[in-house]
């Protein structure tokens, strides 16, 4: 059997994580078994769905880097065959046309929760032998409903979360087409991942109320029954579901907080699913190691910290002219000109100090323009005393034939000799002279970096302020 999995947005909004997620694991299902990927964007919902959450979701996929082998494939572009095998259900009575007005439906709600009843819809327009049906009102355009069975009960294994068992008396009769004739949500899954081939469909467990309507739908049409695998949630750091208003969710928010893709998906593929102690790896290794049987049914937390620590394990493994070439805008909107000392050399001395791509942008950019220190940290290493060894060691820079850092250490060490000092004593006045910063790597390296010129004119503007 070739694997076929999808992943089934809707777009009404950002990509959520929640949905890369489900991407991730479906997309690696797939690829761990030689099968296909698909993505298929469910956009019946019209008044929601709008173009610009289309784009972003195929903006958000490219980002993270899952590729699709078919799709994607538009709901609404299929509106012919929907209504095609609604007349098909109809046909074969397992679907009906209803009648009933939303005042009608609304007013058998109220009594049914006066009553401590649960709200449902009850069933008067459903054709059974014997019953006499209501009259066809007039001005009213029916919709149509599934005609789900009386009882015995849906049950399938779930890939994740084991055997499940719900009893169709818990089941109203479904709305699959609207008065308008276009089909509902529910519906058209069914009939997508049935022409689609969908073998595994992997998914959230928001879904676990939909599949016994779905798999129902399924077995009348006489279609073959996909594997189910419902996914646990995400929630954030105080066990809640996470929100937008208090988290953030969106693949977008992510890219602008200088997360690397990789890193998010790597970080993701761990909620919920786990290969021993292994915490960083690459997606060649994921799709080896994945399994369905390895995920698991409770829900996982974000943690902040730890997603960092990802991230940064991914910087420092990320090739430095890449990462080079994805924070020179930043540089740039800052107005630097980072053609020298070579940007990608200077990622190389500061990313393993950074987090994310926002903090590795703002090490660097001391190499490209003194910052101004904070009246903390001149009011601890540059006093007057401090003002006079730096103009000192500032001549003694001058006097060098070679600039490297090589012999810029060699230096140090005399010097401190000379001036009865401790190192600290020379490098963080020095660093502060000539970065506006203490924090930075071994001295000797960033001054190699910054060059004999730029270090010199420094030196020379900060011990004159």
Not at 151 to 176: C, P, Q, T, Y
């Amino acid at each position: 059997m070739m694997i076929r999995t999808r992943f089934a947005p809707s777009p009404t909004g950002f990509l959520h994580i929640g949905g890369v997620r489900t991407a991730l694991f479906s997309w690696a299902y797939a690829r761990k078994h030689g099968g296909s990927f698909v993505l298929r964007i469910e956009d019946t919902d019209l008044e929601r769905s709008t173009p610009e959450s289309v784009q972003a979701i195929l903006d958000g996929m490219h980002w993270v880097g899952l590729d699709y082998d078919e799709g994607p494939f538009y709901q609404t572009q299929r509106f012919d065959r929907y209504k095609e095998v609604i007349q098909q259900l109809l046909a074969s009575g397992h679907a009906y046309y209803c009648y009933c007005s939303k005042e009608e439906l609304d007013a058998l709600r109220t009594e049914q929760e006066a009553r401590g009843e649960k709200p449902r819809y009850d069933r008067r327009w459903r054709p059974e032998a014997g019953k006499t049906l209501p009259a066809v009102p007039e001005g009213i355009q029916p919709v149509v409903r599934f005609k789900t069975p009386l009882d015995g009960v849906v049950a399938w294994d779930d890939l994740v979360k084991g055997r499940i068992e719900i009893a169709n008396g818990e089941l109203d009769d479904l709305i699959i087409a609207r008065p308008d004739g276009s089909p509902t949500y529910n519906f058209c899954v069914v009939v997508d991942d049935w022409d689609m081939n969908i073998t595994h469909v992997i998914r959230g467990d928001d879904h676990v109320n939909n599949t016994p309507r779905q798999i129902n739908i399924l077995q009348a049409l006489g279609a073959p029954l996909p594997h189910y695998a419902h996914l646990p949630m995400i929630l954030n750091a105080d066990g809640q579901k996470m929100s937008k208003r208090r988290d953030a969710v969106s693949v977008v928010d992510y890219a602008a907080q200088g997360i690397l893709p990789e890193a998010l998906l790597n970080y993701l593929a761990r909620l919920g699913w786990g290969h021993g102690d292994d915490e960083f790896f690459n997606m060649t290794q994921f799709v080896e190691w994945f399994s369905l049987e390895a995920v698991s049914p409770s829900p996982s937390r974000f943690d902040r910290e730890k997603f960092l620590w990802v991230n940064q394990q991914h910087m420092k493994a990320a090739d430095n002219s890449r990462l080079a070439q994805l924070i020179a805008p930043q540089l740039a909107e800052r107005g630097l000109n980072t053609a020298a000392p070579d940007l990608a050399t200077v990622v190389a001395l500061v990313k393993e100090r950074a987090r994310d791509l926002n903090e590795l942008a703002q090490q660097c950019d001391y190499f490209y323009q003194r910052r101004q220190p904070t009246a903390e940290e001149v009011a601890k290493h540059f006093d007057d005393a401090a003002r006079a060894r730096i103009l000192a060691f500032g001549q003694t820079l001058a006097s060098l034939t070679e600039w490297n850092s090589e012999a810029i250490h060699a230096l140090f060490k005399p010097f401190c000799a000379e001036q009865g000092i401790k190192m600290g004593q020379l490098g963080m006045p020095l660093r502060v002279a000539v970065c506006g910063s203490t924090q930075t790597p071994s001295v000797d390296a960033v001054l190699a970096l910054i060059g004999r010129e730029e270090v010199l004119k420094r030196i020379e503007e900060s011990c004159a302020a």
